[in-house]
């Protein structure tokens, strides 16, 4: 609760700014300390500090894995603002309004994370969208971010409609919005509650961004400033998986065999299509929104098995996902030439940004010593352990070694391509920023039990 109501007062405090303070400068500031204490307090929610009492009717509940869930995704935003706030300056003149949306959606995220009625899941999912649908057009000189706003904005509605759909046909058949009412039902489950949770399925699915209903992705993500592109890839597709799990394991887990199968079909196919599509792309930019599709289908794997080890697995991937990619992006918004061209030559020119950049490409290819390996790992392990599912895990070997492909063909630009690539000076806090990064991804591949074993402390 605390982070959901600071973060609330967060947003507003970012919209009064924009008139009360002239310096650019200092709305950066206020926006990342705010961002430091969202984070302080919900650490300190975690450790029993709970500064609001409010009575949610049991609509909401903040344990330790939510808690610890936010505390990963405010880290993640931290640390993207202290790396990119700069850039935000050169997409509009609505500077202080952009920190503002940002504190809105993780409020949102807070609402998602701790969900226990249909009703607040589609309002956290509503409060994180409508934002994102602002930030994807907020380059209003560009035609592309224009559509590719117009075309989220669309298809997001017709996705939040089948939610809508859904939400009704499982009140119509349980008679609660609760998931422990949703749940007690979930043993023998007509017609209504099914159609119901397949609605859900595939409107949670269109949000993350899983296959066949990825389809957005690639022109959104290439369209939408760089800036915010990094945003919606990371910190909002993890708060939405995280709803997902929440939404299947607390609502629908005596529903498994009805939905499982889904769940593998729909994993095996973002896995192929994310990874294939991904390999033939000449943008980076444009492969790295297929590589969030293949990421995601790893992601899906822990829902396909939702046991413990799927759990840890979740939490660490969500850290080593957004950690690398928000460190690659960073990098990005730096280069004049977003093609793999536009990288020869990088190790050359900036010798430190190329190696911490190819720490993050390894990570998210799932070479050992780096979180992402570990992370695959855990996924791999927990669709093992629910027995019979080796085929899936050899297809997501398979896809993962193909991965290795297109990541690799970045590190090959840097370091074995003769080239002048065109960046922009970076400070001292952004190389040392991208530094602490790399570190920590290192960090959490050798020592993952820093992060899963709080789960439990």
Sequence with gaps: MNALIIAA???????????????????????????????????????????????????????????????????????YLVLSARDMEKVGVNYAEYFALIFFILCGVSLTSSFRSLM?????????????????????????????????????????????????????????????????????????????????????????????????????????????????????????????MRLFDDAFGKMEKSWRMVFGIITV??????????????????????SSIAQAGFMMMALFSMNADAKEGLLLYSAAYCLATIGIFAVLIKMDDYTFDGFNGFARKEPLLAATTTIFLLSLAGIPLTAGFLSKFYMLKAALLEGGNLWLVIVAILMAAVSV????????AMYFKEGEPGTVSVTPVFRWTLVLLAALVILLGVYPDLLTSLMYF
């Excluded at 405090?13 to 206020?30: C, D, G, N, P, Q």
């Excluded at 007690?184 to 159609?195: E, Q, Y």
């Excluded at 949670?204 to 993500?221: E, G, I, N, Q």
């Excluded at 492909?405 to 590190?411: G, L």
């Design 9 to 79: 007062i967060l947003g507003v405090v970012m919209m009064f700014s924009s008139f009360l303070l002239k310096s650019k400068a200092s709305v950066r500031s206020v926006g990342i300390a705010g961002m430091a204490l969202l984070l302080v307090v919900n650490t300190m929610e975690m450790c029993g500090w709970h500064f609001f009492n409010i009575d949610t009717m049991d609509m909401l509940h903040f344990d330790r894995f939510a808690l610890l869930f936010d505390s990963v995704i405010f880290a993640s935003t931290l640390l």
């Design 405 to 412: 492909y297109y990541y690799f063909r970045v590190i090959q």
């Design 120 to 244: 607040m899941l589609f309002l956290g999912i509503e409060i994180i969208s409508i934002p994102l649908y602002i930030l994807t057009g907020s380059d209003k000189r560009n035609l592309k971010s224009n559509e590719a706003s117009l075309k989220y904005f669309l298809l997001g509605s017709f996705s939040t409609g089948l939610m809508l759909m859904g939400i009704a046909m499982i009140y119509g058949s349980a008679g609660s919005f609760y998931n422990t009412v949703i749940q007690m039902g979930g043993a023998k489950p007509d017609t209504l509650m099914l159609c119901g949770m397949l609605l859900l399925l595939f409107a949670m699915a269109f949000k993350v961004s899983a296959a066949p209903f990825h389809f957005w992705t690639p022109d959104v993500y290439d369209g939408a400033p760089t800036v915010f592109t990094s945003f919606m890839a990371t910190i909002v597709k993890v708060a939405v998986f995280i709803a997902f």
């Design 269 to 290: 196919a973002t896995l192929f299509i994310g990874n294939i599509t991904a390999v033939f792309q000449q943008s980076v930019k444009r492969m790295l929104a297929y």
